[in-house]
């Protein structure tokens, strides 16, 4: 079972240059989610989708947009990249149309992106 | 106040101890609680969930929650070298529609042999 998959697994950007990082679930989990955890920071809500065709801000929306292409798939793009958006981007999903349940997330394996 | 806190470490025991591992939260509304390990490079994974007072177990872990003090704790026994990792404290508060997830920063463990 792939899970989660994420690519691509590193990239480096330029200021202002753009980037889609690409989100595959296979479990048929309704809720999907993008994070980014920078050091001492945790994790860090960016946006979510808790059902196909709608999303939502997070925590720390600006400078990104999303699109849920369909159940499996959730994208995330940066239009213009910042070197404060130096981090490393997880994908998430779970199977409650609520949020984590109890069953938690399932994250991908993560993207580093450095931006200089 | 961070919404959720948790010691940074690095917390070292020695193999064969307990770790003990801390976080508090400070939303009175929280309602489930989650344990999430993270080892260096890679992604987090579950590990633990609670929601009532009290503890639950599984295997050598053993999750503590007390809702009045705002705290919940992980105990991992016999700690082996492969405990090493960060952990993770994960907290749900449910809102009208969706349920809010709150991270903490987590907690570096060393598990030396």
């Known amino acids: 079972n792939a899970g989660v998959t994420q690519t691509p697994k590193f990239q480096v950007l330029k200021t202002g240059q753009s980037m889609t990082l690409q989100c595959a679930q296979d479990m048929n989990h309704n809720s999907m989610y993008w994070y980014r955890q920078d050091p001492g920071m945790g994790l860090r809500l960016i946006y979510y989708?808790?059902?196909?065709?709608?999303?939502d801000k997070g925590e720390v929306p600006n400078g990104y947009n999303v699109s849920r292409l369909n159940k499996r798939e959730f994208s995330l793009r940066l239009e213009s990249a910042a070197p404060s958006q130096t981090s490393v981007y997880f994908c998430?999903?779970?199977?409650?149309?609520?949020?984590?349940?109890?069953?938690?997330?399932?994250f991908g394996s993560g993207t580093r992106l450095t931006v200089v | 106040q961070k919404e959720v806190e948790q010691n940074s470490g690095p917390l070292s025991v020695p193999e064969g101890a307990i770790a003990s591992l801390n976080c508090t939260y400070s939303d009175r509304g929280s309602q489930s609680f989650f344990w999430y390990r993270q080892y260096s490079g890679k992604s987090p994974e579950l590990i633990m969930f609670i929601y009532s007072n009290g503890d639950k177990e599984d295997g050598r872990f053993t999750a503590q929650l007390n809702k009045a003090s705002q705290y919940v704790s992980l105990l991992i026994r016999d700690s082996q070298p492969s405990d090493s990792a960060t952990y993770l404290c994960?907290?749900?508060?449910?809102?009208?529609?969706?349920?809010?997830?709150?991270f903490g920063p987590g907690t570096s463990l060393s598990v030396i042999p």
């Open positions: 994960a907290v749900n508060v449910i809102k009208t529609s969706y349920d809010k997830v709150i």
């Open positions: 998430a999903s779970s199977a409650s149309s609520r949020g984590q349940g109890e069953n938690g997330y399932t």
């Open positions: 989708s808790a059902s196909e065709g709608t999303t």
